[in-house]
């Protein structure tokens, strides 16, 4: 939809573009085309900002500044630490924030996100990065969307996946909430209601296990069982999270 008349004709674009209706007047959430962008509005929680994905400002753009780091668990646990910067499959995209800390810690990233309306938002937040910034930003020339879709789409991204040939695949699958706490962010909630938990998340992991050559990474609550039931080759913790570590062989060698 479009939050003005005059930019009715730029959301049927975006609209044709993603493959989304601009007619359904019952669904709860809509993605709403603003002078600002592409936003995420949730029509039964008034109370609740609309969802926007701005890598540009605020505190994203800030973690980017301190994500080249090696102190960030998600670089840790991808093995950034010896010179050697991975190709990266981030297969549950989601907002997309993990995938612009490897990024911008020197992984070339591709991010995969099967909600059509969660893709959206994410194509359009990365393309406004890198034209922010210009060509010669870590953006453009590390961080890709691919087409809409699941690890698990085997038949309509095959050719994407055998492309990319990566040397790690990272998964953050969406885990049932278990309990109502204030602690958790909006935008997360709002994320949460709209896509449900990831109820074939253990597919995912033999499917990342088979398109990675050197290691798959799985981000999990602290206290949630592993992915499929297997056990990881290693584990980083952060505060309330663990980052399972599988590893099929070790990263090709730099020579310093």
């Known amino acids: 939809m479009a939050a003005e008349p005059e930019l009715q004709s730029a959301a049927a674009a975006l609209a044709a573009e993603f493959g989304l209706p601009t007619t359904d007047t019952e669904a709860d959430f809509i993605l709403e085309l603003t002078r600002e962008g592409l936003q995420l509005r949730w029509r039964s929680k008034p109370e609740y900002q609309p969802l926007i994905l701005d890598y540009t400002r605020g505190a994203q753009a800030w973690r980017q500044q301190l994500g080249g780091g090696r102190q960030e668990a998600v670089v840790r646990a991808l093995g ?72 698990l789409d085997k038949e309509s991204l095959h050719e994407e996946f055998s492309k990319l040939q990566p040397h790690a695949v990272y998964l953050d699958p969406m885990f049932p909430e278990r309990e109502k706490s204030a602690a958790v962010k909006k935008d997360m909630q709002v994320l949460q209601h709209l896509v449900g938990a990831d109820l074939d998340a253990d597919g995912l992991l033999p499917a990342a296990l088979a398109l990675a050559s050197c290691r798959v990474v799985v981000k999990r609550p602290a206290k ?30 730099v020579n310093v």
């Open 224 to 253: 949630a069982p592993f992915l499929a039931g297997q056990t990881p080759s290693s584990q980083i913790a952060s505060k309330k999270h663990r980052f399972d570590v599988y590893i099929k062989q070790p990263y090709p060698k």
């Open 80 to 151: 950034l630490g010896k010179g050697f910067r991975p190709k990266v499959l981030d297969a549950t995209a989601g907002l997309g924030r993990d995938s612009l800390m490897l990024g911008h810690a020197g992984c070339e990233v591709w991010m995969l996100e099967r909600n059509p309306a969660i893709h959206a938002l994410l194509h359009q937040a990365v393309l406004h990065l890198q034209q922010f910034h210009g060509d010669g930003h870590w953006s453009s020339q590390r961080v890709h969307v691919l087409p809409a879709g699941s690890l």
